[in-house]
Nanobody, 125 residues
C-alpha cells in the first residue's frame, strides 16, 4: 500500500515559480510509474508530467514542456514538480499519482491506483 501526500501549492503571479512535493509512504519499487495530474474546475483531470521510477524516463504534456520538470528523490521517497514560467491557465488542483506498473495510457487518470489529496496552485495575471 502506498500513501501520497502533496505539498507546495500556493498563489503566484504569472511568470513565477513553484515547486510541488509528493511524499510517498510505503516502498516504491523500481517498476513504479509516478506522475503529476491537475484538474481545473469543470474540466477533466489531465496528466502533466510522468516518470518511471526505475529508468527515470520522463514524459510531459505539450502544454508544460520546457516549463515544468518532474524529478524523484528515491532516498526520500519524494516526487517533485518544479514549475517555472507559470501561466494563469496552469491554475488547478494538482495531484500526485502512482501505480505499480507503467500504464498503456500514462496520461490517463484512470490508470493509477494511488492518489494524493491534492494541492492548489493559483496563478494570477
Amino acid at each position: 500500500q502506498v500513501q501520497l501526500v502533496e505539498s507546495g501549492g500556493g498563489s503566484v503571479q504569472a511568470g513565477g515559480s513553484l515547486r510541488l512535493s509528493c511524499a510517498a509512504s510505503g516502498y516504491i519499487y523500481s517498476t513504479y510509474c509516478m506522475g503529476w495530474f491537475r484538474q481545473a474546475p469543470g474540466k477533466e483531470r489531465e496528466g502533466v508530467a510522468i516518470m518511471t521510477t526505475g529508468g527515470g524516463i520522463t514524459y510531459y504534456a505539450d502544454s508544460v514542456k520546457g516549463r515544468f520538470t518532474i524529478s524523484l528523490d528515491i532516498a526520500k521517497n519524494t516526487l517533485y514538480l518544479q514549475m517555472n514560467s507559470l501561466k494563469p491557465e496552469d491554475t488547478a488542483m494538482y495531484y500526485c499519482a502512482a501505480d505499480p506498473l507503467f500504464p498503456s495510457r500514462p496520461f490517463w487518470y484512470g490508470a493509477y491506483n494511488y492518489w494524493g489529496q491534492g494541492t492548489q496552485v493559483t496563478v494570477s495575471s
